[in-house]
């Protein structure tokens, strides 16, 4: 008799569902990288509708809980049933997708001095505007604008989406529902971000004054989070860290470190500036591992290199995954795990070594570098914790809808010394909790490369026996494990937060 992973029924669930999600990430990419107007994401949903209708969610519900708790069937029930909730939000929310795929490519904010600027651009203007006066008066155009049109339709989009998953009768409530298929606690992930917030508070109180008076000459009290963008573009570095030599330190980088910097041809390198393209970088998997599109929307200087190693980690990862994992090993799983890989690589902007190696930084100005990516990484965290911590009331259903805007810029200006919009409330949202997956993979990055310099030096990075081990022990395996069982096979540790308080302060003493 055939085990319930071994079933014919979840066979054909994984040939529909892979089937189903190269088209919708071939027409996401195509979308998001400005190669057309429009997502057109209705008609693919029609054309794939058995790979998440009744049938395929029933014979994955019904896995589920005939498999034996901790077996290879519950996982991959667990993975397919968390992914296809996601697919059957997705087709009734596609309406609304595309509504806002449209809204976004032709959107225009009115400049306070006439004229306007293309919403899917307006964050990297924002950050590159050093007048205060100035980004603010574009950030207050830009939320007047989102609140009036953008904001209703994510709202819509976020409350249907509660709905529908808690009516897929997992468990009592939304929260409760991502917690019994992510495997992941947001009770305790939350405790544990209040715990960060109050043990770097003294430290955040001390470095947020210094920045913003050598930076932007502004105090704590008046800056908002559209400063918080021109602050952490930190153009004073920009010339140590030139476009044109980006991608080939990068590529040198990662050969030297044995692996093939596009994975024999399966990564594609997307970096030009081109109209309609999102602001916000992005890996796109059409096919794993045989087609992987990075795409990276030029913003200047060392943000670009840090945006492209983060996407490379991405990449590097979908595009070395082993070919006979199953489709849910491959596609699906626990995103901590593919964002901890694209946070290892993206905290080499925070190593020494590698900025004396591959950038143009002088010694003597690699720890001044090092002071400022101390201070960005700890507004990073500690605007992350916050957005988890707001994400989980937005969902519990105790705070209604009016007054989740007030708590919004409560918790996150709260958290950051920065004043956030209202308007943002509804759009500043990571859907189904990623915020916890980015939480969760900074504490697995700083495992996997204390693991590194165990076993290859500190300088891992140029060791051409450390990227052959990463493909191998990491990549090879898809995303079969959650965060906390690769913590402890590669480290013999469990995650956490006081290996990057320890790092932060490093940068910052």
């Given at each position: 008799m055939k085990s319930p992973e071994e079933t014919d029924g979840l066979a054909v669930l994984r040939a529909r569902g892979e089937a189903f999600l190269e088209d919708v990430s071939r027409e996401y990419h195509a979308a998001h990288a400005g190669l057309k107007p429009q997502a057109d994401l209705q008609p693919i949903y029609e054309r794939h509708r058995d790979a998440y209708g009744d049938?395929?969610?029933?014979?994955?519900?019904?896995?589920?809980?005939?498999?034996?708790?901790?077996?290879?069937?519950?996982?991959?029930?667990?993975?397919?049933l968390e992914w296809l909730i996601e697919s059957r939000i997705g087709r009734e929310l596609a309406p609304l997708e595309e509504k806002e795929f449209a809204w976004d490519s032709a959107a225009i904010v009115p400049l306070p001095a006439g004229g306007g600027e293309p919403h899917a651009r307006v964050s990297i203007t924002i950050a590159n505007t050093r007048d205060k006066n100035e980004r603010?008066?574009?950030?207050?155009?830009?939320?007047?604008?989102v609140l009036a049109e953008l904001a209703p339709m994510r709202q819509e989009k976020l409350a249907r989406g509660k709905g529908l998953v808690e009516a897929a009768g997992i468990?009592?409530?939304?929260?409760?529902?991502?917690?019994?298929l992510a495997a992941i606690s947001l009770n305790d992930l939350r405790a544990d971000c209040e715990k960060f917030l109050r043990d770097t508070q003294g430290v955040w109180d001390d470095v947020l004054p210094e920045f913003l008076k050598s930076r932007l000459q502004i105090t704590p009290g008046e800056a908002t989070r559209a400063d918080a963008l021109a602050l952490m573009r930190a153009p004073e570095f920009d010339e140590y860290f030139p476009a044109k030599d980006m991608e080939i330190a990068v590529r040198r980088q990662v050969t030297e470190m044995g692996i093939s910097p596009d994975a024999n041809g399966r990564v594609l390198y997307d970096t030009v500036e081109r109209a309609g393209k999102r602001a916000r970088a992005f890996c796109s998997p059409v096919r794993v591992p045989e087609e992987v599109h990075l795409v990276l929307r030029p913003h200047g200087g060392q943000n670009d290199w840090q945006t492209l190693l983060h996407e490379l980690g991405h990449a590097l990862h979908?595009?070395?995954?082993?070919?006979?994992?199953?489709?849910?090993?491959?596609?699906?799983?626990?995103?901590?795990?593919?964002?901890?890989?694209?946070?290892l690589f993206d905290h080499r902007m925070q190593d020494a070594g590698w900025l004396g190696r591959y950038t143009e930084l002088r010694s003597a100005d690699?720890?001044?570098?090092?002071?400022?990516?101390g201070f960005e990484?700890?507004?990073?965290?500690?605007?992350?914790?916050?957005?988890?911590?707001?994400?989980?009331?937005?969902y519990s259903g105790n705070v209604s809808w009016a007054a989740l805007p007030d708590l919004y810029v409560e918790t996150l200006t709260a958290a950051t010394g920065f004043r956030y919009q209202r308007s943002d409330a509804f759009v500043d949202v990571d859907p189904r909790f990623y915020s916890a997956r980015y939480?969760?993979?900074?504490?697995l990055q700083s495992l996997l490369n204390?693991?590194?310099?165990?076993?290859?030096?500190?300088?891992?990075?140029?060791?051409?026996?450390?990227?052959?081990?990463?493909?191998?022990?990491?990549?090879?395996?898809?995303?079969?494990?959650l965060a906390e069982e690769q913590a402890r096979r590669v480290s013999g540790k469990s995650l956490g937060f006081a290996p990057l308080v320890r790092a932060i302060e490093g940068m910052l003493a």
């Open positions: 049938e395929s969610y029933s014979t994955a519900l019904e896995i589920f809980h005939e498999s034996a708790l901790g077996s290879p069937g519950k996982r991959s029930a667990a993975m397919l603010r008066a574009l950030d207050d155009a830009r939320a007047k604008l468990a009592p409530s939304y929260n409760e529902t991502f917690s019994a979908f595009g070395n995954a082993e070919r006979s994992l199953p489709f849910e090993y491959r596609w699906l799983g626990d995103n901590s795990i593919t964002e901890g890989y694209a946070m690699i720890p001044r570098f090092l002071r400022s990516a990484e700890l507004q990073f965290l500690r605007r992350y914790c916050a957005k988890l911590i707001y994400e989980v009331q937005l939480l969760r993979a900074w504490q204390e693991t590194l310099v165990e076993r290859f030096n500190e300088d891992w990075w140029r060791n051409p026996n450390a990227g052959p081990w990463i493909v191998a022990e990491l990549f090879n395996r898809g995303q079969s494990e």
